[in-house]
């Protein structure tokens, strides 16, 4: 029952943390890949559409931003539409309804580890395994407390797997593959039987697995493989027909679903039109008719195994997932799984060695004396212990092949960012929640994986890039009291790129249309033309050079212009500097704080001597150091 309180109160934890909001920004997918592709087609907004969305090379599935995104602006439209909503949408509830929707969502993993903890139970009686305790620690690592409540497609990613494990191990509890033998000895299989393997649910789900991010396969390949080749019969001949029949069965179900993805993708992005979709042209032009054909995740693979192209997102080293990333993510957790790794080698090898069925040697009638008989009969019945151990299934080796290979598979590509190993985080809570109490050396990992997800919940949650939404609802105010003949030029400088949709505006421009990283956001019947530019990491002449083209064109246009400027605090003696040298007037007027930019960080003496006269103790200089800082040009 304790366990059961701490998951109920980290549960309330995670879903308040959202609705507050959280600050931090992780990577800017969760907002380009999701909530910013569906503000534009949903509410009609101006936003920026990243390459995976062009209709050249599209590499994204619109339908799984449609689930995640898609859905809760549907409902702030109706709720607006009923008047429900003051005036308009908000950006308050532009931020906070898809990130309440994937919490929603979390919680389908935490109900999918209940149920795992409980099929194990009534499998393997031996195992010590409580449900509350591992949903209680699940729910205690700040990928589930951030990660898992953001608009990634990792989350999906992880609903599906923990789903595929589930299912996997459901199936593999229902008993020996002799159960499904016919009753004449031969090696012919039961249908009853084959149809207990959820082989239509997998498929299903391994297709959408892959349409949503293609390296899914690499998390699905040992469930899988699980799944296929067990239970281990004692029949040879029966096994591998097992084996054969269940792939077959999920052939059909997959080429189904496939198409279904594919027809979508294809009317989305404009290669293929409703009104061509035909049987006649399709025997005519077989070949025409495919070449129409938009395969989403065969582009983003292509994309990902060209390494020109890769090179533009940055490479790592081959071992930074496995060194860098696991202990960044799962904290104790991956340290446990580091040192059991020994033991997991040693267990595979063992089952390697020993997993060969060999009959049992015949009693013989004359047999030398009752001692060699002995030694026969334990010689025999450690040599069955050996095979018994391999035929039936290892849960522990089970969840932590879940865990490691998926990471070696993701490897083999260069560009590694933590998130992408995030759904390892169940089988790693499956395998190790029972290593956690509150006496003893248990005590101490305990305390260990709270310290580490509360600086790692602090540090994304909170700190990363942590003034870019703030400022965004607060320039998503100033934008709305702007009259229609003013003119607004937002300039995001050293930031991640601002996701124009928090600002609210209606575009009366096609909202697939691709753009560069300037963006203008207009609504040309009720508010002002907004020009949002992401200079990101450009030198500060390429931002000055900006500011002048910008005066030049303000003395000679008949509207009001406003500018703003957005940068890192780290950089305000520098602003200060060039604007003085180049005679433009800049007035600080907001600090959005806390701000972390690894990018620009902080230097030891800003916060011991700060640039600013005003800001005199240590809180206000760390405030003043740890900001986003809002300009106007004057």
């Given amino acids: 029952m304790e366990a059961l309180r701490v998951w109920l109160a980290l549960s309330v934890l995670r879903v308040v943390w959202v609705l507050l909001p959280q600050s931090g920004y992780i990577h800017p997918d969760e907002f380009f890949q999701s909530p910013e592709v569906m503000a534009g087609r949903v509410l009609d907004y101006k936003v920026h559409l990243t390459w995976e969305w062009g209709e050249d090379f599209p590499a994204r599935s619109p339908i799984f931003p449609f689930l995640t995104s898609g859905i809760p602006f549907l409902v702030l439209k109706a709720m607006n539409y009923l008047g429900l909503l003051p005036d308009s949408i908000g950006a308050y509830a532009l931020l906070v309804a898809p990130r309440l929707w994937m919490t929603i969502l979390s919680f389908f993993i935490d109900f999918s580890l209940y149920k795992i903890c409980n099929s194990v139970k009534e499998k393997w009686t031996g195992v010590e395994i409580d449900a509350f305790k591992c949903m209680a620690v699940f729910s205690t690592s700040y990928v589930t407390l951030v990660f898992f409540t953001r608009t990634f497609s990792n989350i999906l990613e992880t609903v599906l797997f923990v789903v595929i494990i589930g299912l996997v191990i459901d199936y593999i509890k229902g008993g020996d593959p002799e159960n499904g033998q016919k009753k004449n000895g031969s090696d012919e299989v039961d249908d009853r039987y084959l149809s207990k393997n959820h082989a239509v649910v997998l498929s299903v789900l391994i297709v959408v697995g892959f349409f949503n991010r293609p390296n899914f396969p690499a998390f699905a390949f040992v469930p899988m493989l699980y799944w296929a080749f067990y239970p281990i019969s004692q029949s040879k001949g029966l096994w591998l027909k097992m084996v054969i029949l269940k792939c077959l069965r999920l052939v059909p179900v997959a080429i189904a679903t496939s198409t279904v993805f594919v027809v979508c993708d294809s009317l989305y992005f404009g290669s293929l039109d409703i009104h061509s979709i035909s049987m006649d042209r399709f025997l005519h032009s077989p070949s025409s008719f495919l070449r129409n054909l938009t395969v989403t995740p065969l582009n983003l693979l292509s994309y990902n195994f060209d390494k020109s192209k890769l090179e533009q997102h940055g490479l790592h080293p081959r071992v930074t997932h496995l060194f860098v990333n696991t202990p960044l993510l799962f904290g104790v957790l991956a340290i446990l799984a580091f040192m059991d790794a020994p033991y997991l080698l040693r267990k595979v090898f063992h089952c390697v060695r020993h997993g060969e069925n060999t009959?049992?040697?015949q009693n013989s009638d004359n047999s030398s004396s009752k001692k060699k008989m002995g030694q026969e009969k334990n010689a025999l019945k450690t040599k069955r212990s050996q095979k018994n151990s391999c035929r039936?299934?290892?849960?522990?080796?089970?969840?932590?092949?879940?865990?490691?290979?998926?990471?070696?598979?993701?490897?083999?590509?260069?560009?590694?960012?933590?998130?992408?190993?995030?759904?390892?985080?169940?089988?790693?809570?499956?395998?190790?929640?029972?290593?956690?109490?509150?006496k003893g050396v248990k005590k101490l990992l305990f305390v260990g994986f709270v310290v580490g997800n509360v600086l790692g919940g602090v540090l994304f949650g909170v700190l990363h890039q942590g003034g870019v939404v703030p400022s965004l609802l607060h320039l998503h105010n100033l934008v709305h009291q702007q009259q229609s003949t003013t003119t607004m030029h937002i300039i995001y400088f050293h930031t991640y790129t601002p996701p124009g949709h928090l600002l609210g505006i209606h575009n009366s421009q096609t909202a697939n249309q691709s753009i560069d990283m300037v963006q203008m956001v207009t609504n040309d019947n009720e508010g002002p033309q907004v020009h949002l530019h992401a200079l990101e990491g450009a030198p500060i002449n390429v931002l000055f050079d900006k500011l002048r083209i910008l005066y030049q064109e303000k003395q000679v246009s008949s509207n009001t212009h406003v500018t703003y400027i957005v940068s890192p605090s780290t950089l305000h003696s520098t602003f200060y500097k060039h604007g003085t040298d180049m005679?433009?007037?800049?007035?600080?007027?907001?600090?959005?704080?806390?701000?972390?930019?690894?990018?620009?960080?902080?230097?030891?003496?800003?916060?011991?001597?700060?640039?600013?006269?005003?800001?005199?103790?240590?809180?206000?200089?760390?405030?003043?150091?740890?900001?986003?800082?809002?300009?106007?040009?004057?």
Wanted: negative net charge.
């Fill in 392 to 438: 039936e299934l290892d849960i522990e080796m089970f969840f932590l092949l879940c865990y490691f290979i998926p990471i070696f598979i993701m490897s083999l590509v260069a560009h590694h960012e933590p998130r992408y190993i995030s759904p390892c985080l169940s089988p790693l809570v499956l395998a190790y929640h029972r290593n956690f109490a509150w």
């Fill in 583 to 634: 005679k433009i007037v800049i007035v600080l007027r907001e600090i959005f704080f806390p701000h972390l930019s690894m990018e620009d960080p902080p230097k030891v003496q800003d916060i011991v001597q700060t640039q600013s006269e005003e800001d005199s103790t240590l809180l206000e200089r760390l405030r003043f150091t740890f900001g986003l800082n809002l300009y106007e040009v004057m």
């Fill in 359 to 361: 009959t049992e040697p």
